[in-house]
């Protein structure tokens, strides 16, 4: 978090200064994820798993392979894929991987992503968190159950897209939907201004080759609809606004959505009655 607060002191001070450095300041601000220290029953728990890595390309910030550090519990036939959200690391779903330890024939799955937690990278962004899946499958090739939250959401979706591969479940716990507008929210949160957004929205646009707002699940999910897709989500959440997801709920509905009252987005996967819902889902399936 030292770093984070380091880089918006210096937008702040840098607001009557426009040029590269500040245009520099903004895109570390949109691309670094800060990082919290494990508490103790998070380190417990994470040594007693199976710890390996992996390898991803990041064609975006060092055109070099990075290392994502990955854990597992278990050794069960039945794999749980567990993709966690922005500012996040694998062991922000501690409550959750202690309720699926209680389930037979289980092995359980999950990484830091690039930039998050353990894995050293110091930006990040959604293809890395994509490339970080499909890393995962390559390594495991049939994971039953995938779960989910915020980017790691959409993450998971357009892995499994990329890998024509369909699931038995997937479950996706207040996903991301528009990005663009995300990046928006958090720029409007510094007072950046909107012609300073409108050069790093521009740079951003030529640096990966596509515009922020291409990353928007209601153009670019095309899940086979056979695939059981289970949704919560909180209709307050500020991070991924409702508007958002109800469209993209009216457009799929064969997605099975659960609205949570008063969770709020980063404690939504650590909630007793979500977690229910996803143990319960697993067990019927």
């Avoid at 794999?79 to 500012?87: D, E, F, S, Y």
């Avoid at 990484?111 to 110091?122: C, L, M, Q, Y």
């Amino acid at each position: 978090m030292k770093t984070l607060k380091q880089i918006v002191k210096e937008i702040s001070t840098s607001a009557n200064e426009p040029g590269p450095s500040r245009d520099t300041l903004i895109r570390k601000f949109v691309l670094y994820s800060p990082k919290m220290p494990l508490r103790l029953h998070q380190e417990q728990l994470i040594a007693e798993s199976k710890q390996f890595s992996l390898q991803v390309f990041d064609e975006y910030f060092t055109q070099d392979n990075v290392t994502v550090n990955c854990f597992s519990w278990g050794n069960g036939k039945r794999k749980i894929l567990l993709t966690h959200g922005w500012a996040s690391k694998a062991l922000d779903f501690y409550e959750l991987i202690v309720e699926l330890q209680k389930l037979e024939d289980v092995e359980i799955i999950t990484f830091d992503a690039p930039g998050n937690g353990s894995s050293i990278s110091e930006l990040s962004n959604l293809i890395l968190y994509r490339d970080s899946v499909k890393a995962i499958f390559d390594q495991y090739e049939e994971i039953e159950f995938v779960i989910g939250h915020s980017l790691g959401g959409m993450a998971n979706i357009l892995a499994l897209q990329d890998l024509e591969f369909k699931p038995k479940l997937l479950i996706s716990i207040a996903p991301l939907i528009r990005l663009k507008e995300n990046f928006e929210q958090s720029l409007d949160s510094l007072m950046v201004s909107k012609s300073d957004q409108e050069i790093f929205f521009k740079n951003f646009a030529v640096e990966v080759k596509v515009p922020a707002s291409y990353f928007n699940l209601l153009d670019l999910y095309h899940l086979d609809k056979s695939i059981k897709h289970i949704l919560a989500f909180d209709p307050d959440d500020h991070i991924s606004p409702y508007p958002f997801l109800e469209e993209f709920l009216d457009k799929n509905k064969e997605i099975k959505s659960t609205s949570f009252n008063d969770i709020g987005h980063f404690k939504i996967v650590k909630a007793p009655e979500v977690i229910t819902l996803v143990i319960n889902a697993i067990s019927e399936n």
